[in-house]
Each structure stands twice: as C-alpha cells, then as structure tokens.
C-alpha cells in the first residue's frame, strides 16, 4: 500500500473531520475525491487509491460520524446535504477550484448534489452503483443492518456475521476477503469487535419520503449534464434498477457504463478490469 498523510479538518459547524491523502506524483497533481457509502469509510479505497495516486493527488475522507471523523452532537446533522458542506470545506482546504470524484453509492448521490450546489467544482465522475431512483427492497435492507450490528466476540464472530448478510452480495468471496472486509468494516475497542461508525446515523433514514426524494434526486442529477461521468453497476444489485440506469444514460449525453458481473451492492472497484476502465475514464 503507497503512503498516505492523515488529514484532519474543520467543517463548517465546527467538528474535526479526517481523510486519507495520498500524494500525487507533482505537487500540482490533479485531485481526485474518494467518496464512500453510508455506513463505510476510508479503508474501502485503500486498494485502489494508491494506483490512482501514480496520477493524482487522491484524497479520501472519512464522513462526520464515521471512522476517524468526529460524530455530530445532532443527529440532524447526519444529512446528504451536510455532508456535501463537509466535502465542500475540505475542497476549499486543498485549495482547489476544481476535482474528479469516484462516489460509491451514498458518495454518488454526495456527488450529484455537489455539482448543483457548486457548479463547475467537478472535472469528472465515477458514480458507484447508485442512482436517483434507489429501489425499496435495496433501501429496506440497509435499514434493517445500519446501526444494529455487534458488538462481536471477536473478529470471527464479526467475519461471519458481515458473510452471511452479505453473501448474496459478493458470492464468489472466500474466508479471507470476508476476513479482510471484517477489517475494513468493523474496529476493536476495549476488548471486542464494533462498528466503526456512529449509530445514529440510521435515524434519519427513518423519516425519508421516496418518491420526494427521487425526484429531488433527479433534478440533482440533471446538473451534472456536461461532466463525463462512467456509471459503474453491479449486476446483482438491488438498488440501482435496470430502469434509473437506462433513464440516467438517457438524460446524460456524456454517461458511460460499466457492469461488473456477479457483484451486488456496490462493487468494491477492485474487481477485474474494474481499476482499469476508472483509470482510462479519468485520464481521457
């Protein structure tokens, strides 16, 4: 794995957030923002942001409530559009008017809301397995796990637990990337094996109105017309619908997209010829 700095800063409200940042190969390398999912964190990049660091400065930071970021004293602030306020700030700290994004299902929408909020702030997108229309039966199933998992024994317990509600999801996955995903999932505190995110996180998602959202979603969506974006889908996914993929190449000109075979929700990008395609759209 290349050598990443940690990098704290402040949000606008006035927590320490984290992110990992992997230099480029000059100083003024072109920046590349790794977005994660809901429950995830920084760790889910760490095998392909240091082959991406060969061209760009890759910074991957880490949401309010996650990992290394501090939580938010009100849950309210748990929100998709204060999380782009977070990644705005942390943009405005690089000092940069403008980035690449790769934004994996909850970092895709972060991304498309983004680019209405502030228009011209992306050069390029990787959209994860997500889309504005985000199917009930994939949204029931994450509902049903945020928040609620552990504390486990140990690693083990852990490990089984993340296979057997995942399986569906990564079928052809052996003991050893379940193990390995285990790492990147969970943290051991005080003797056993938790979630490395705050619980919380999960109460907002309670009160979401779909078909409201769906359709803010799409107008979120519709700014990013002139931004070259690669759509990558999992063909097990249920989340993001045969439907949305096909109005989304639709309603964007400049969408390519990527399937990547036998994978749900969300491909982890490091499946075969996965890191290439995202390579080759980047540097097009």
Same mark, same amino acid.
């Given at each position: 794995?290349? !050598?990443?700095?940690?990098?704290?800063? $402040?949000?606008?409200?006035?927590?320490?957030?984290?992110?990992? !940042?992997?230099?480029?190969?000059?100083?003024?390398?072109?920046?590349?923002?790794?977005?994660?999912?809901?429950?995830?964190?920084?760790?889910?990049? +760490?095998?392909?942001?240091?082959?991406?660091?060969?061209?760009?400065? &890759?910074?991957?930071?880490?949401?309010?409530?996650?990992?290394?970021?501090?939580? @938010? #004293?009100?849950?309210?602030?748990?929100? *998709?559009?204060?999380?782009?306020?977070?990644? =705005?700030? *942390?943009?405005?700290?690089?000092?940069?008017? +403008?980035?690449?994004?790769? /934004?994996?299902?909850?970092? %895709?929408?972060?991304?498309?809301?983004?680019?209405? *909020?502030?228009?011209?702030?992306?050069?390029?997108?990787?959209?994860?397995?997500?889309?504005?229309?985000? @199917?009930?039966?994939?949204?029931?199933?994450?509902?049903?796990?945020? /928040?609620?998992? %552990?504390?486990?024994?140990?690693? $083990?317990?852990?490990?089984?637990?993340?296979? !057997?509600?995942?399986?569906?999801?990564?079928?052809?996955?052996?003991?050893? $990337?379940?193990? =390995?995903? #285990?790492?990147?999932?969970?943290?051991?505190?005080? %003797?056993?094996?938790?979630?490395?995110?705050?619980?919380?996180? @999960?109460?907002?998602?309670?009160?979401?109105? $779909?078909?409201?959202?769906?359709?803010?979603?799409?107008?979120?969506?519709?700014?990013?017309?002139?931004?070259?974006?690669?759509?990558? =889908?999992?063909?097990?996914?249920?989340?993001?619908?045969?439907?949305?993929?096909?109005?989304?190449?639709?309603?964007?000109?400049?969408?390519?997209?990527?399937? &990547?075979?036998?994978?749900?929700?969300?491909?982890?990008?490091?499946?075969?010829?996965?890191?290439?395609?995202?390579?080759?759209?980047?540097? @097009?």
């Amino acid at each position: 794995m290349s !050598d990443f700095k940690d990098r704290f800063f $402040q949000s606008k409200d006035g927590l320490t957030l984290y992110a990992r !940042d992997y230099s480029g190969p000059e100083a003024d390398s072109p920046t590349l923002l790794c977005l994660h999912g809901l429950t995830r964190n920084s760790c889910d990049f +760490q095998d392909v942001a240091p082959a991406l660091a060969s061209d760009f400065r &890759v910074v991957v930071p880490e949401q309010r409530g996650r990992g290394r970021s501090e939580y @938010a #004293a009100d849950v309210a602030h748990y929100a *998709l559009m204060q999380y782009v306020e977070d990644t =705005r700030a *942390l943009i405005e700290g690089l000092g940069v008017d +403008q980035v690449s994004i790769i /934004g994996t299902s909850m970092g %895709g929408l972060m991304t498309f809301a983004l680019s209405a *909020l502030y228009p011209g702030s992306i050069k390029k997108a990787v959209i994860n397995d997500i889309g504005p229309h985000i @199917a009930t039966v994939g949204l029931e199933r994450i509902k049903s796990y945020v /928040g609620v998992p %552990g504390p486990f024994a140990d690693w $083990q317990e852990a490990t089984d637990y993340l296979a !057997d509600i995942s399986s569906e999801i990564f079928p052809d996955w052996d003991r050893d $990337q379940w193990s =390995r995903f #285990a790492r990147q999932s969970y943290v051991e505190r005080e %003797g056993q094996v938790v979630i490395d995110y705050d619980p919380r996180i @999960a109460e907002p998602l309670a009160g979401d109105s $779909q078909d409201t959202e769906t359709e803010i979603l799409w107008s979120l969506f519709d700014t990013m017309v002139g931004v070259p974006m690669l759509l990558i =889908r999992g063909d097990l996914t249920d989340l993001l619908t045969e439907e949305c993929t096909a109005e989304m190449l639709k309603r964007h000109p400049q969408c390519e997209l990527l399937r &990547v075979p036998n994978v749900g929700h969300a491909p982890m990008l490091t499946e075969p010829g996965v890191p290439e395609a995202i390579q080759r759209f980047l540097l @097009a």
